[in-house]
């Protein structure tokens, strides 16, 4: 599999949205199991935001549950992540990353794109 290639950050105001958009540039991996969100705050671990299995099981950080919604397109081709009711802890670089069967940590990732909220 390519790289992963995120689109859709930008500068937004507090209670505004926006929505992300990964693609795999070679197509994803015929293996892939988990297609997941992360985020990375300066100084700050990175974080698992969102994820969801090919079977279309979800997973959200409680900060984030009721206000993001990951998803995936009818044809598999591409990953969104739906920011609603954005606040300034929400903050921080945004990276597409990807896993497969029988593989603990994600083996693909994109090049991040940053979300910036301000009050």
């Known amino acids: 599999q390519g790289q992963l290639v995120e689109s859709g950050g930008g500068s937004v105001q507090a209670g505004g949205s926006l929505r992300l958009s990964c693609t795999a540039a070679?197509?994803?991996?015929?293996?892939?199991?988990?297609r997941g969100w992360f985020r990375r705050a300066p100084g700050k671990e990175r974080e698992r935001v969102a994820a969801?299995?090919?079977?279309?099981?979800?997973s959200y950080a409680g900060s984030v549950k009721g206000r993001f919604i990951i998803s995936l397109d009818d044809s598999k081709n591409t990953l969104y992540l739906q920011m609603n009711n954005l606040q300034q802890g929400d903050t921080g670089m945004y990276y597409c990353?990807?896993?497969?069967?029988?593989?603990?940590?994600?083996?693909?990732w994109g090049q991040g794109t940053q979300v910036t909220v301000s009050s």
């Open positions: 969801v299995n090919i079977y279309g099981t979800t």
């Open positions: 990353a990807a896993r497969d069967y029988g593989v603990v940590e994600y083996n693909y």
């Open positions: 070679s197509g994803w991996s015929s293996d892939v199991y988990w």
